[in-house]
């Protein structure tokens, strides 16, 4: 048994909070942490670039350092192997126990073109990278990859890399980088993949109901299941996967959990961001992502052209009179 894994595999099929930028910062994961429980987090990615005068800023330290009792991975993207390990060395020195490096992230304008999930363009050097980042992980190394750069079968040729750099479990999300959020999540590669190698995959994409996430672990035998966008949405999801919230909200519950999510997150991002216009922007950014909500659209998207935060505040506390 793997003892550097940041969940007991004897025990349970981890339910992870997936990295998003902008979004999973540590006011958010506080908030999950204390009311939904994902088993383990992720930091949005910290950007590692050759040359800085700092490995990581100083807020990625922040980031990295974590809290409570919820095992963090800390996420790493960047190209360069001697920045990303000075990088890996400095998350460490923060707290950071568990690292992940990203090989997925399919915008240029976020990885400079030549990082995230563009390392797959050219695989190379990526065997020597991760050996060398497995060595700067007191817990587990894992890395978070698409099916491919632009092949979806490119996965099974890295498989080997990945185990005999010692990389301890994969995070797969099933479309390529090409594709970015184009289709839908393949888990039919998924249940492939887990079979093809001995590390735990965690199956990642699209899942953004209690049916779907039961459906992917049921399927493909993945080791846990991570959750981007539809826990972002649907905190509760964690829970309605466990069974212990409903599979499908009645509307009370939903504008409860709304409700619930938007002031907890106002109290929270006050404590890590400045002024109300900068926690406004902050809670729009999460507001987005619900923006086609089945039952309060409406009302978000209100909530959405609001010009203070006292106005959203005002906002949120009608939801539950919203016909
Ligand atoms: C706004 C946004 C930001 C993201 N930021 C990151 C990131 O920092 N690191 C990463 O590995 N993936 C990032 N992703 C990808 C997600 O972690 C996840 O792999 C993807 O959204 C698919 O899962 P989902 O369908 O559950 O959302 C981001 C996705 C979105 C939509």
Redesign the pocket.
């Given at each position: 048994m793997n003892e550097n894994l940041p969940w007991r595999p004897e025990r349970d099929r981890p339910l992870m909070l997936?990295?998003?930028?902008?979004?999973?910062n540590r006011a958010l994961r506080g908030l999950f942490g204390e009311w939904v429980r994902p088993d383990v987090m992720?930091t949005?990615?910290i950007r590692v670039r050759p040359g800085s005068r700092q490995a990581i800023s100083r807020a990625d330290r922040l980031e990295a350092a974590g809290s409570g009792d919820i095992p963090l991975v800390v996420?790493l993207?960047g190209r360069d192997t001697a920045a990303l390990v000075a990088a890996a060395e400095a998350a460490r020195q923060s707290g950071a126990v568990h690292l992940n490096l990203?090989l997925?992230?399919p915008f240029g304008r976020m990885s400079n073109g030549s990082a995230g999930g563009a390392l797959l363009k050219n695989p190379v050097d990526l065997d020597r990278r991760l050996t060398l980042l497995r060595q700067c992980a007191p817990g587990s190394l894992s890395v978070?990859v698409r099916s491919g750069y632009d092949d979806p079968e490119q996965i099974f040729s890295l498989l080997a890399i990945f185990e005999g750099a010692g990389v301890d479990f994969i995070?797969l999300?099933p479309r390529t980088v090409v594709q970015k959020?184009n289709g839908a999540?393949d888990h039919d590669l998924t249940a492939r993949v887990a079979a093809a190698t001995v590390l735990p995959v965690i199956a990642?994409?699209?899942?953004?109901t209690a049916g779907a996430g039961q459906r992917v672990l049921a399927e493909t035998g993945a080791a846990g299941l991570?959750?981007?966008?539809?826990?972002i949405r649907d905190p509760l999801l964690f829970e309605r996967l466990r069974g212990r919230a409903a599979a499908q909200p009645a509307r009370a519950e939903r504008s409860a959990e709304l409700q619930y999510y938007i002031a907890e997150l106002t109290a929270r991002y006050r404590l890590i961001f400045q002024g109300d216009a900068q926690i406004l922007n902050k809670l729009k950014t999460v507001l987005n992502?619900l923006a086609a909500d089945p039952v309060f659209a409406r009302p978000i998207r209100k909530m959405l052209r609001a010009k203070s935060l006292a106005e959203l505040t005002a906002l949120a506390g009608k939801l539950a009179d919203y016909q």
């Open positions: 997936a990295p998003m930028q902008g979004l999973t992720f949005e990615f996420q993207i990203n997925g992230c978070k995070v999300h959020y999540a990642n994409g699209d899942v953004t991570m959750i981007g966008r539809g826990a992502m």
